[in-house]
C-alpha cells in the first residue's frame, strides 16, 4: 500500500496499464512531454515512449474520432479531454459512434476507448472550467460512465475502464484532484494522507464498474450522491448529527440498484445529490428509480439537491454550489416531513 | 517491443536545449509583392509562405508593403502596445498577489491587436481570442473598465460570470469571448455574411492561436468564408507554443498555416507579427479586399508568446528558458521604438517618460477598479445576479431557485 492523491492513484492506474499491454495508448492535449495541465500522465511518455503517449492538436473531436479507430484496429486507447467543459466538440463522435459502433454492426465491430476528463467546480475556474456534464452521457445509450470520489476508486475504476470492451467516459471531479473537500472553501485544504481512500495498492487491482458502496451505514435517512457531493454529504450529516447512510453511486452507467434501492427501504427517507445542475440532470433518474422501487417503504418525498440551472458562475461560486448548508436544508426537509 | 513507424513532430529544443529557430523560414524585410487588391488567389499562392516584413535590420521601413503611415500615427501605435504590455505585466502582478483569480499576458505579440486594430473601421466587428486585450485599448474602452471585470466586481461587465479577460464590449464592436477555443471563427463569418446580405460596408475579423486551428472550427469557417466570400479577415496568430504543445502538432511542421488559404480558394498572407508596419499593411489590404467583395483573407501572423500560456503556466517544464531570447524576429515594441527613432521622431527621453506616464495611468486605473469592490473586498456584486440573463425572461423554475438561494443566504 501507498499514499497516493488521486492524481497519483490515476498516474500508477495507466502506468500499469501501459506496462502490461502493449495495446494501451495514451492520448490528449498536452499530456505527453508535460504530463498533463493536473499533471495525470506525468512521467508516462518518458517511461513509454512517444508512441504509446501521445500528444495531440487541440481537436477534441479529432482525438476521440482517432481514438475510436485505433480502438478498432486492436489498441485499447485512453484519451484525455483536458476539461469536462471542452469535450462538446467531441460529442457527434461519442454519441453517433463509439457509444454505437457494436450495436449497429452487431457486435462485429467495437472500440474499447477510455475518455478520461476532469470536470466539477470549486476551483474558481469560471463557466469553462466547472462544468459536470456526466448526465448528458449517461443519457446515452452504450455509454458506461464513472466517476470516482477518492483515489482507491480513481484507480481500480480507470483500471477497469482500461479493460473494459465497452467504452467508458471516466469523469474525474478535479476539486478533490488533491485531498477531500467539505464544501467549506474557507477551511484549510486536507490531503489525501488524512482520509482512509488515500491508501492505495501500488500494484494492478480493479473496482467494478456497475456497483456503488455505502461508505458510511446508517438509519436515519440514505444519501445517493457521487463524486465531491459524496464528502460533502458526509460533512452535512454530520453537522446535523443525524445518522444518515451516505451511498457513493461511482458508477451512473451501469446503475447498481440494487444497493441503493436497499439502503432507501431500510431507511425510509432520501436525498439526492449531485454538482451538476438540476434540470433533467442524473438525479433525476437515481429519484425516479427508487420512487419507482420504494415508494410503499417511503415516508417522505424524495429530495434533489443540485448545482443551480445555470451556466457556472465565476464570481458568485460559492453561492453557486451545492454546499453543505443546501444539502443540510433538503436533509432537515426530508427528516421533518411526516 | 514492437517498431512502430508513426512520425510524432519535434520541437526544435527542449528544456536544456539550445533553442534553435532555424525551422522558421524567414524572407528579408522588403523583398515579398504587394498584389492588387482584387487579385485572384492562384496568383499569390507565394504570399502564402514568404514573410511579409517592411522594417529591416537597420530600423528602415522598406518595399512595396510600406504602409507610409504619419510618424504621430505610428507614436500612436507605441503608445497602444506599450499600454497593453504595461497593464498587462501589472494584472500579472495583481494575480501573484492574490487580487484576481486568473490572468493572461500578450507579451511579445501586441503588435498584432494594436497594428491590426489600427488598420480596421470603428464599426468593424471583432471576435477575438483570449489574448487580443489590444483591440480594447485601441478602441479605448477605459482600463477601468477591464479591471472591474477582472476583478468580478460591482463594475464588471460580465457582471461577475466570466473568468478574468473574457471580456466583451457591444457599443465598441468586440464580441464576448469564449472559453472554448476557435468557436468564434465561425460566427466571425456568419457576422460577415449577415453584413452582405444586409448590404453593409463592415467587415468582421476574428483571431485564434496556431493552436486552435486544429479544431474542427478552423474548417467551418475557412469553408464558409471561401464559398460565401464572406467580407472576414480570419487570423491565425502563429506564436509557436500552444501551453506545452508547439506549432507543429497543429500542422505547422508541413506548411505554414497562411497556405491553408490556397487550399479553400481563399488569400493567404504569412505576415511578420513582430513588424508594426508589416501587420497593418496587410490587414489594410485584406480589409480592403474583403471590403469591395473579393474575399476572405486568412492571415498568419508570426510571432512568439513570450510570457507563460496563463498565470496556471510554467512554460519553464517544456520549452528552454532562453527561447525567446534567441526569437528572430525581436520585439514589437523595440522594433517600433527604433524605428522611430530612426527616422527622428522618437527618443528614448521621450519613451521613457512615455513608459512613465503609462504605468502611472495604470496605477490610477487600478486604484479606482479596487473602490469597486474585488472577489475578497466589498462592495460585491449581489449573488442573485447568478439567475438573470440565463433567459431573456426569468422562467418559473429559475425564480423557484433564486428564492431557495436568498432563504439560504438569510440562513432560513
Ligand atoms: C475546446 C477547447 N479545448 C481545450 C481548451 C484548453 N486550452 C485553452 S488555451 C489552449 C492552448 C491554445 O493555444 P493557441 O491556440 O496556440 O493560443 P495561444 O494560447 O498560444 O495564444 C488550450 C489547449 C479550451 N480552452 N477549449
Not at chain 1, 116 to 134: A, F, L, M, N
Not at chain 1, 159 to 173: R, Y
Not at chain 1, 235 to 240: E, G, K, T, W, Y
Not at chain 2, 248 to 254: I, K, L, N, Q, S
Request: proline share 6%; net charge negative.
Amino acid at each position: 500500500m501507498a499514499q497516493m492523491n488521486m492524481i497519483q492513484a490515476l498516474n500508477s492506474a495507466m502506468d500499469i496499464m501501459l506496462g502490461r499491454d502493449p495495446n494501451v495508448v495514451i492520448l490528449g492535449e498536452d499530456v505527453g512531454y508535460f504530463g498533463g495541465v493536473f499533471r495525470v500522465t506525468d512521467g508516462l511518455q518518458r517511461k513509454y515512449g512517444e508512441h504509446r503517449v501521445l500528444d495531440t492538436p487541440i481537436a477534441e473531436g479529432g482525438i476521440v474520432a482517432a481514438a475510436i479507430g485505433m480502438g478498432v484496429n486492436g489498441l485499447r486507447p485512453v484519451a484525455e479531454v483536458q476539461f469536462a467543459d471542452y469535450i462538446y466538440p467531441a460529442y457527434d463522435q461519442i454519441v453517433s459512434e463509439l457509444a454505437r459502433l457494436r450495436y449497429r454492426s452487431a457486435g462485429d465491430f467495437f472500440a474499447p476507448v477510455t475518455i478520461r476528463t476532469p470536470c466539477g467546480g470549486g476551483i474558481r475556474g469560471g463557466q469553462t472550467h466547472s462544468q459536470s456534464p456526466e448526465g448528458i452521457f449517461a443519457h446515452v445509450s452504450g455509454l458506461k460512465v464513472v466517476m470516482p470520489s477518492n483515489p482507491y476508486d480513481a484507480k481500480g475504476l480507470l483500471i477497469a475502464a482500461i479493460e473494459d470492451d465497452d467504452p467508458v467516459v471516466f469523469f474525474e471531479p478535479k476539486r478533490i484532484y488533491n485531498g477531500p473537500f467539505d464544501g467549506d472553501p474557507n477551511k484549510p485544504a486536507v490531503p489525501w494522507s488524512t482520509h482512509p481512500k488515500g491508501e492505495v495498492p501500488e500494484g494492478h487491482y480493479t473496482v467494478p464498474i456497475g456497483k456503488a458502496e455505502v461508505v458510511r451505514e446508517g438509519g436515519d435517512v440514505s444519501i445517493v450522491t457521487y463524486g465531491t457531493m459524496v464528502h460533502v454529504c458526509e460533512a452535512a450529516a454530520r453537522s446535523l448529527g443525524l445518522d444518515a447512510e451516505v451511498i457513493d453511486v461511482r458508477s451512473m452507467v451501469p446503475l447498481d440498484v440494487e444497493t441503493l434501492v436497499n439502503s432507501v427501504k431500510k431507511t425510509g427517507r432520501c436525498v439526492v445529490v449531485h454538482e451538476a445542475t438540476r434540470f433533467g440532470g442524473f438525479g433525476g433518474e437515481l429519484s425516479a428509480t427508487l420512487q419507482e422501487e420504494c415508494f410503499w417503504h417511503l415516508e417522505a418525498p424524495i429530495l434533489r439537491v443540485a448545482g443551480w440551472d445555470t451556466p457556472y458562475p465565476h464570481a458568485f461560486e460559492w453561492e453557486y454550489f451545492p454546499g453543505q448548508k443546501r444539502v443540510a436544508r433538503a436533509l432537515t426537509a426530508v427528516m421533518e416531513a411526516r | 517491443m514492437r517498431r512502430s513507424r508513426l512520425h510524432t513532430p519535434k520541437p526544435h529544443a527542449r528544456p536544456g536545449e539550445t533553442p534553435d529557430f532555424s525551422y522558421l523560414e524567414l524572407s528579408p524585410a522588403g523583398v515579398a509583392p504587394r498584389p492588387d487588391i482584387n487579385v485572384r488567389v492562384r496568383d499569390i499562392n507565394g504570399l502564402a509562405y514568404e514573410l511579409i516584413r517592411v522594417l529591416d535590420d537597420e530600423h528602415r521601413a522598406v518595399g512595396p508593403w510600406n504602409p507610409h503611415l504619419d510618424p504621430s500615427e505610428l507614436q500612436v501605435g507605441l503608445r497602444h502596445m506599450m499600454l497593453t504590455r504595461a497593464f498587462d505585466d501589472r494584472m500579472q502582478r495583481m494575480q501573484r498577489s492574490g487580487k484576481i483569480s486568473f490572468y493572461m499576458r500578450s507579451l511579445g505579440e501586441e503588435a498584432v491587436a494594436v497594428a491590426q486594430c489600427m488598420a480596421l473601421r470603428p464599426t468593424d466587428m471583432l471576435f477575438p481570442a483570449y489574448r487580443q486585450q489590444g483591440l480594447y485599448v485601441v478602441r479605448g474602452r477605459p482600463l477601468v473598465d477591464l479591471m472591474c471585470q477582472l476583478l468580478s466586481n460591482t463594475r464588471d461587465m460580465c457582471k461577475g460570470r466570466q473568468l478574468p479577460v473574457m471580456y466583451h464590449w457591444r457599443e465598441g464592436n468586440i464580441f464576448s469571448i469564449s472559453g472554448n477555443l476557435t468557436t468564434q471563427f465561425p460566427q466571425a463569418v456568419g457576422w460577415a455574411m449577415a453584413a452582405a446580405i444586409k448590404g453593409q460596408d463592415d467587415i468582421a475579423a476574428s483571431w485564434i492561436g496556431e493552436g486552435s486551428s486544429a479544431e474542427a472550427d478552423f474548417h467551418h469557417a475557412m469553408l464558409f468564408a471561401s464559398v460565401y466570400r464572406a467580407p472576414v479577415i480570419l487570423n491565425v496568430v502563429n506564436n509557436q507554443w500552444a501551453i506545452s504543445t508547439f506549432q507543429g502538432f497543429a500542422g505547422g511542421e508541413h506548411r505554414s498555416f497562411a497556405a491553408r488559404g490556397p487550399g479553400f480558394g481563399m488569400a493567404g498572407l504569412r505576415v511578420d507579427g513582430n513588424d508594426f508596419l508589416a501587420v497593418y499593411a496587410a490587414t489594410q489590404w485584406a480589409a480592403e479586399r474583403a471590403r469591395m467583395g473579393a474575399g476572405a483573407t486568412i492571415m498568419e501572423l508570426v510571432t512568439y508568446r513570450a510570457a507563460a500560456h496563463s498565470t496556471s503556466d510554467d512554460p519553464s517544464r517544456y520549452r528552454p528558458k532562453d527561447d525567446y531570447d534567441r526569437w528572430p524576429l525581436g520585439d514589437p515594441v523595440e522594433r517600433l521604438k527604433n524605428h522611430l527613432i530612426a527616422i527622428g521622431e522618437w527618443s528614448e527621453d521621450r519613451h521613457a517618460a512615455l513608459a512613465a506616464e503609462l504605468d502611472e495611468h495604470v496605477t490610477q486605473s487600478w486604484r479606482q477598479a479596487v473602490t469597486y469592490g474585488t472577489l475578497t473586498e466589498p462592495p460585491r456584486l449581489d449573488p442573485h445576479l447568478m439567475f438573470a440573463d440565463v433567459f431573456k425572461h426569468m422562467p418559473e423554475h429559475l425564480k423557484k431557485q433564486e428564492a431557495q438561494l436568498h432563504a439560504e443566504l438569510a440562513g432560513e
